[in-house]
C-alpha cells in the first residue's frame, strides 16, 4: 500500500515534514510512505493552465494519483494553513483521481487549530475522504523533537503507527466495499 506523504512546509527544519518523514520510518509492513517532492515547484494556480499544466505539475498530479491515501501535515501560517499546501490544493480541485482519495491529517501542534479546521474544510469541499482514526493532534511543536526523537519516544512514535494502521484500514475497507466487492470508488 502507498502512503503519499505531503508537507505545507518548506523548511528545512520542519517540524511537519519531520512528522511525515518519522511516519515513512514507523511504517508498518506492506505500507510504503512515498515522500512528495516538488511543491516548492508548483507555479501558483491559474485555471486558464490547467488544460495544459506545467511538469511540476504533471508530476505532482501522478504522485497523488498513484497514491492509495494521502497524508497530509501542514503548519499554521496567521491562523491558516499555508500558502503550499492551499497552492497544491488548488492544482487537485478539477483532477479527478482526487476525489474521494482517503486522506489522513496529522497536525504537530495542538495550537494549530484554525489551520487544522481550514484544511479539513478545503478538503471536504473537494470531496477527500478525512479518515478520523487515522488523523491526530501531537504536541511536537515547543517538545524539541526530531525526526529521529519522534521515532524513538514510545507515546509519539506509537501514535503515529495507529494513525498509519488506521489509514490502511480504512483504504482496504473502501476496496472490499459494503458486500466484499470492489467499492465504487476504487483507487
Partial sequence: ????????????????????RAAARL???????LWCSGLGEL?????????????A?????AQV?????LLIASPEYAHGMTGTIKNALDWLVSFEPFAYKQVAVLNASPRAHHADAALREVLTTMAAEIVEPASITLPLVGAR???????TTPA????IQTALQALADAVVARRAGPTGMLA???L
Fill in 1 to 20: 500500500m502507498r502512503l503519499l506523504a505531503v508537507s505545507g512546509s518548506l523548511r528545512a527544519v520542519s517540524v511537519n515534514s519531520a512528522l511525515l
Fill in 27 to 33: 511504517a508498518p509492513p506492506g505500507i510504503e510512505v
Fill in 43 to 55: 507555479p501558483l494556480f491559474n485555471p486558464d493552465l490547467e488544460g495544459d499544466p506545467s511538469a
Fill in 57 to 61: 505539475v504533471q508530476q505532482f498530479r
Fill in 65 to 69: 494519483a498513484q497514491a492509495d491515501a
Fill in 145 to 151: 523533537l526530531d525526526e529521529d526523537g519522534m521515532v
Fill in 156 to 159: 509519539v512514535a506509537t501514535a
Fill in 184 to 186: 465504487a470508488h476504487p
